[in-house]
């Protein structure tokens, strides 16, 4: 049985991940997030919750032979993607909170889409395959819930 990723594993990961790309962005420990890891476009953060990368990275090893380490960093590159879609596209984030619901779906999943997108473009190539093989897994477990 793998230890489990403390806290301080995974900031340093995200620590030396970021800085090895030279962005400048903050990130916390959230205890309440109920994803593994999300970015908050309007705070400009990206906040992680221990727990949640733990249980992800449980879900992905049945089926993808990959150090804790480098889960970690395909998580932190699908989320840096967001940063990325944010940065290069203005979506109208107004439609997710008020538009109808075929219309909000759709900029959803072109946001997600396009996050996977730029993400890769971050991922070094000797975890290309790992990534896309997270990204097809994360669809499966995506329509499974």
Do not use: C
């Not at 476009?41 to 949640?52: A, E, P």
């Not at 072109?110 to 897994?137: C, F, M």
């Amino acid at each position: 049985m793998d230890k489990m990723l403390y806290i301080w594993d995974i900031e340093k990961i995200i620590e030396k991940t970021l800085h090895a790309l030279n962005l400048d962005i903050n990130f916390e420990f959230n205890n309440k997030l109920t994803a593994p890891m999300s970015y908050n476009t309007s705070h400009k953060i990206i906040r992680f919750n221990y727990l949640q990368v733990n249980g992800y990275i449980a879900k992905m090893k049945v089926k993808i032979k990959e150090t804790d380490e480098n889960f970690v960093k395909i998580i932190l590159y699908h989320v840096l993607g967001f940063y990325l879609d944010f940065k290069k596209n203005k979506h109208d984030t107004r439609i997710i909170m008020y538009g109808e619901e075929e219309e909000k779906e759709q900029l959803l999943s072109l946001i997600e889409t396009n996050a996977w997108d730029y993400g890769r473009t971050l991922v070094p190539i000797q975890l290309l395959e790992s990534y896309d093989q997270v990204r097809e897994l994360d669809k499966r477990l995506l329509k499974s819930r």
